[in-house]
T-cell receptor, first 111, second 115 residues
Framework: GENVEQHPSTLSVQEGDSAVIKCTYSDSASNYFPWYKQELGKRPQLIIDIRSNVGEKKDQRIAVTLNKTAKHFSLHITETQPEDSAVYFCAASMGFQKLVFGTGTRLLVSP | DGGITQSPKYLFRKEGQNVTLSCEQNLNHDAMYWYRQDPGQGLRLIYYSQIVNDFQKGDIAEGYSVSREKKESFPLTVTSAQKNPTAFYLC??????????????FGEGSRLTVL
């Protein structure tokens, strides 16, 4: 089955810096890659996703890139703000039925 | 933020006891999921259901059981056979259609502690 690895497990940046979180997946048949944000004490929420027919997708300060050959995808957050502090999860699936999540990255943005 | 309600929010049980976690949604979603969240291990899929009266095992189904008798409800039973049941449990549902086909809507979770 699919296996998703996520790095780093923790990431500390200064406000205004960029943050990058990387994930690798094992199943070359996977074609859907979402990213979820979980703030402390709250439920995970989808922030951006990408399908295998595109290489990059942007939404304001966040972007996701996908390299199908290398089987890895990354989340990029620019101009980080304290409210970006949270745990971020990547995931992968073939189709949309069964997501396999990474182990999460705790991002801390210091003012 | 509404739509998926999990209860109870906190639950304590003694070893050897079964416990059932409730998950109800009023979003008219067909697919529902149960995940377990442990520190450093992300979200692991326990069971999922794509339609009423049908469900499939996820990656860590041993020691758990589910039912899907109604579209709105997908309760999870943690049985005494689950060796390490203390965890945070998240229920989720997924809308039909293609526009937001992959987005999971999560409940607020239930934290189970085995004493």
């Amino acid at each position: 089955g699919e296996n998703v690895e996520q790095h780093p497990s923790t990431l500390s940046v200064q406000e205004g810096d960029s943050a990058v979180i990387k994930c690798t997946y094992s199943d070359s048949a996977s074609n859907y890659f979402p990213w979820y944000k979980q703030e402390l004490g709250k439920r995970p929420q989808l922030i951006i996703d990408i399908r295998s027919n595109v290489g990059e997708k942007k939404d304001q300060r966040i972007a996701v890139t996908l390299n199908k050959t290398a089987k890895h995808f990354s989340l990029h957050i620019t101009e980080t703000q304290p409210e970006d502090s949270a745990v971020y999860f990547c995931a992968a699936s073939m189709g949309f039925q069964k997501l396999v999540f990474g182990t999460g990255t705790r991002l801390l943005v210091s003012p | 933020d509404g739509g998926i309600t999990q209860s109870p929010k906190y639950l304590f049980r003694k070893e050897g006891q079964n416990v059932t976690l409730s998950c109800e949604q009023n979003l008219n979603h067909d697919a529902m999921y149960w995940y377990r969240q442990d520190p450093g291990q992300g979200l692991r899929l326990i069971y999922y259901s794509q339609i009423v009266n049908d469900f499939q095992k996820g990656d860590i189904a041993e020691g758990y059981s589910v039912s899907r008798e109604k579209k709105e409800s997908f309760p999870l039973t943690v049985t005494s056979a689950q060796k390490n049941p203390t965890a945070f449990y998240l229920c989720a549902s997924k809308p039909p259609g293609l526009m937001r086909a992959g987005e999971l809507f999560f409940g607020e979770g239930s934290r189970l502690t085995v004493l």
